[in-house]
């Protein structure tokens, strides 16, 4: 059975860290692109990073340069750290991959930036 379970999330002040992790299990970790999605109260989800089975990163236009992307293929598991959150991070973030026509997520882990 595949499972994501995102862990990490939390309620933090505008400016500072979160690490966000994803542990896979139940398919072949290192085969898939791994990605980060988020969404926020009253909106659709919003792609925010993916990683690919070799390491190659992309990011958001909203999250470039404050986020980090990272898997551990040892640890079958995909990080996000993202650094200087502000209000607009504010959102449930989930981790995905697709295989075929199907999408798997995980339950999400809620960040919250406020002052």
């Known amino acids: 059975e595949v499972q994501l379970v995102e862990t990490g999330g939390g309620l933090v002040q505008p400016g500072a860290s979160l690490a966000l992790s994803c542990a896979a299990s139940?398919?072949?970790?290192?085969?898939?692109?791994m990605s980060w999605v988020r969404q926020a109260p009253g909106k659709g989800p919003e792609w925010v990073s993916t990683i690919n089975s070799g390491g190659t990163t992309n990011y958001a236009d909203s999250v470039k340069g404050r986020f980090t992307i990272s898997r551990n293929g040892a640890k079958n598991a995909v990080f996000l750290q993202m650094n200087s959150l502000n209000p607009e991070d504010t959102a449930v973030y989930y981790c995905k991959f697709n295989s075929g026509w199907r999408i798997y997520w995980g339950q999400g882990t809620q960040v919250t930036v406020s002052s």
């Open positions: 139940g398919f072949t970790f290192g085969s898939y692109d």
